[in-house]
């Protein structure tokens, strides 16, 4: 079994998790302004995404720049890894490949510790990923305590590129924000994203 195989309430009874659902998490934080880089990029990405409107599309005209431009704008010292193999414990099936993952170390070659924010990419309906997007923030957790580099919090995103839901994970509570985010504007998802990595 792969990570994309859990559902909601799946990884919720597998895991002995307590849900909330619930408001923004997410303390108020100022817009963080895009470089002319990832301006450009998304003015020619996001209509193009949003035409071809495949997952691949996406994530690669979308989610990816927005990913690098977080690295860039905390001056490379986190690594973003795409279409990863995360085999953390294949025997409670967290094993697969993640869409994306953010790990606050510059160590780009292999995945280290600390992970702290897991990316799920979908072609448009975000409810379904839930819970994939939950097992692998579970796995990150674990991969965390396996490494002995623990933190109070792991976050998690479902988005489509151009809409954004987040989650929450500390021990074994999670909380999902209910409200789904646009972008563009980028400003906000950035300041989001930076808030999340930058340990």
């Known amino acids: 079994m792969s990570y994309s195989k859990f559902t909601l309430s799946k990884a919720v009874e597998d895991f002995q998790l307590t849900i909330i659902e619930g408001d923004r998490f997410v303390p108020e934080v100022s817009p963080i302004h895009p470089t002319a880089l990832l301006k450009d990029t998304l003015k020619e990405t996001v209509p193009w995404a949003i ?29 973003v890894f795409s279409g990863e193999e995360f085999a953390v414990q294949p025997e409670v099936d967290l094993t697969g490949y993640v869409d ?34 939950l097992a692998e923030m579970v796995a990150a957790q674990r991969f965390n305590e396996q490494k002995r580099l623990l933190i109070s919090t792991i976050y998690g995103t479902v988005t489509s590129g151009t809409v954004w839901r987040f989650l929450k994970l500390e021990g074994q509570t999670v909380t999902i924000d209910l409200t789904d985010y646009p972008l563009p504007p980028v400003e906000q998802i950035l300041s989001f994203l930076v808030w999340m990595a930058d340990l």
């Open 51 to 79: 035409a071809v409107s495949t997952e691949k599309a996406r994530s690669e005209g979308i989610i990816n720049p927005v990913l690098l431009e977080v690295k860039r704008q905390l001056k490379g010292k986190i690594s």
């Open 100 to 133: 994306f993952l953010i790990s606050c170390s510059p160590e780009q070659l292999f995945i280290k510790a600390p992970v702290v924010v897991l990316v799920e990419a979908k072609k448009e309906d975000l409810k379904p990923a839930l819970g994939q997007c």
